[in-house]
Structures are given as C-alpha cells and as structure tokens.
C-alpha cells in the first residue's frame, strides 16, 4: 500500500511568514493529491485537489505543487485564521491514504 | 448545497458492533461515492473505505476483515459496520461523498463513538 509522510509534524510560524508543508509518497502517485485544513472539533476542509488546483473560495495566498512523489502546500503570507492542522490525502480509484498530519501554530 | 449528517450510538460495548449512517440533503447519494473516514482523539485521518453508486466497495486494508459500508438510495442514506469492535476504534466517525477517483468533497461534522464496557 502507498504511504504518505508529512513533515514536519507540528510548526511554529507568525502572522505574515511563508510556510511550507511538504508530503512525500513511497511510490508515484502522479498529481493525484490534496490537502485539507482541520480546524478542532470540525470536518476537514479542501483547500488544493489534483496537487495544484485551489478550491473554490480558498484564499490564493494557499498553493499546491509537485507531481510524482513529493508535493507541497504554501502559505505565502500566514492569517490568524490559518491555524490548525493540514493533511494531505493521495488518492486513486481504489484506495486513499491521509498524510499524518502537521500542526501550524501561530 | 449537500449536507451530510452522521447519527448513532454514540457508546458501544467491546467485542460489539458499531452501527453508524450518515443521512445526505441537498442532492442524490446516487450521484456519489459513499465514504467513511475516521480519527482517533488526539490523531490523524484514518479512511475505512468507501461504496460506489454501483455498489462495489473498497476497504482499507487494515479493517477490511471487520467493516461493511452500505447505501440505501431510497432513504438517500449510507451506513457503516464495524464488527468486534475495541478501545482502539473509539473515534470521531466521518461519513463524506467522493466523485469516482476523487478526493473528499462533502463531509459532515463527524459523530464521536466511544467503545467502552
């Protein structure tokens, strides 16, 4: 089965920084990747799908990019409001696997 | 807007079986894969699996042997059965919609079951 590692697992950042998160597949997955924002007590949210597309009403400071076996997600400028926890899911016509995870604190 | 809500016992017995549905409004389960994801207190994502508007199904390995997802297109509604059940699956349960090959799309608020004696 296809693993996902995320890194790094918990990051500390201030309002304004640019953040990057990056996941790393133990096979090829080619762009078929998105990444989610989980804020305590609520769903997930989609912020990027098939690894560099935004989601409609994601704010654009938000972008994916990789294909292959390594992607990342950018904040280019961090928001109050973009704390939480980010996962990236792989996914393909039989299976899905979520990243374990990374924690943004501000 | 598809809105989806899970319901069920929020306690269940060790060795027993969990018994979840997720109820979708706002559009036709027909039009959808059905799906069941997971997250333990304090942890990651876990996906169970999923069922397709054709009915075949697809499981995580790792629960394959314990877990039965189902739909009910009349009742817009799907399920989920998780057998012989222990502390390790006390979770919030998360039932969400997929197009085929897809991410995760709808979901609802998740539904916290606590396997306990």
């Known amino acids: 089965d296809i693993q996902m590692t995320q890194s790094p697992s918990t990051l500390s950042a201030s309002v304004g920084d640019r953040v990057t998160i990056t996941c790393r597949a133990s096979q090829s997955i080619s762009i078929w990747l998105a990444w989610y924002q989980q804020k305590p007590g609520k769903a997930p949210q989609l912020l990027i799908y098939k690894a560099s597309s935004l989601e409609s009403g994601v704010p654009s400071r938000f972008s994916g990019s990789g294909s292959g076996t390594e992607f990342t997600l950018t904040i280019t400028s961090l928001q109050p409001d973009d704390f939480g926890t980010y996962y990236c899911?792989?996914?393909?016509?039989?299976?899905?696997?979520f990243g374990q995870g990374t924690k943004v604190e501000i | 807007q598809v809105q989806l809500q899970e319901s069920g016992p929020g306690l269940v017995k060790p060795s027993e079986t969990l018994s979840l549905t997720c109820t979708v409004s706002g559009g036709s389960i027909s039009s959808y894969y059905c799906s069941w994801i997971r997250q333990a207190p304090g942890k990651g994502l876990e996906w169970i699996g999923y069922?397709?508007?054709?009915?075949?199904?697809n499981y995580n390995p790792s629960l394959k042997s314990r877990v039965t997802i189902s739909v009910d297109t009349s009742k817009n509604q799907f399920s989920l059965r998780l057998t012989s059940v222990t502390a390790a699956d006390t979770a919030v349960y998360f039932c969400?919609?997929?197009?085929?090959?897809?991410?995760?799309?709808?979901w609802g608020q998740g539904t916290l079951v606590s396997v306990s004696s």
């Open positions: 969400a919609t997929q197009l085929p090959g897809s991410y995760f799309d709808y």
């Open positions: 899911l792989r996914y393909d016509s039989y299976s899905r696997t």
């Open positions: 069922m397709s508007y054709s009915g075949s199904t």
